[in-house]
């Protein structure tokens, strides 16, 4: 499955932005959908998995409760709806995929979509 993340853009602390994930010519029915960031020098980060099949989330505790993670009705495209940015959510952010199931291990996700930049100024 392809992937293209977009939405990201330059917003100031305590804002709001909203990325989006589709899936080029196919829904993501049975697949568990992942967002990740990565800041420069640093390692790529888990935010949050969604479960198509289950609706399930889970949330990284650096991003649960200000960070949303949802999907459209026609099962093409997922969100991730960030509250109240911090400047250290400054990063490029991912999509991905995998048929694996939920999980917060970027190694379980062969899919991935380029990266969006998002820049929290302070």
């Known amino acids: 499955v392809q992937l293209q993340a977009f939405g990201g853009g330059l917003v100031q602390a305590g804002g709001s932005l909203r990325l989006s994930c589709a899936a080029s010519g196919r829904t993501f029915s049975g697949y568990a959908l992942g967002w990740f960031r990565q800041a420069p020098g640093k390692e790529r980060e888990f935010i949050t998995a969604?479960?198509?099949?289950?609706?399930?989330?889970y949330y990284s505790d650096s991003v649960k409760g200000r960070f949303t993670s949802f999907r459209d009705n026609a099962k093409t495209t997922v969100y991730l709806q960030m509250n109240s940015l911090k400047p250290e959510d400054t990063a490029v952010y991912y999509c991905?995929?995998?048929?694996?199931?939920?999980?917060?291990?970027?190694?379980?996700?062969?899919?991935w979509g380029r990266g969006t930049q998002v820049t929290v100024s302070s």
């Open positions: 991905a995929a995998t048929t694996k199931g939920i999980s917060s291990n970027k190694e379980a996700y062969p899919y």
């Open positions: 969604f479960s198509w099949s289950s609706g399930s989330t």
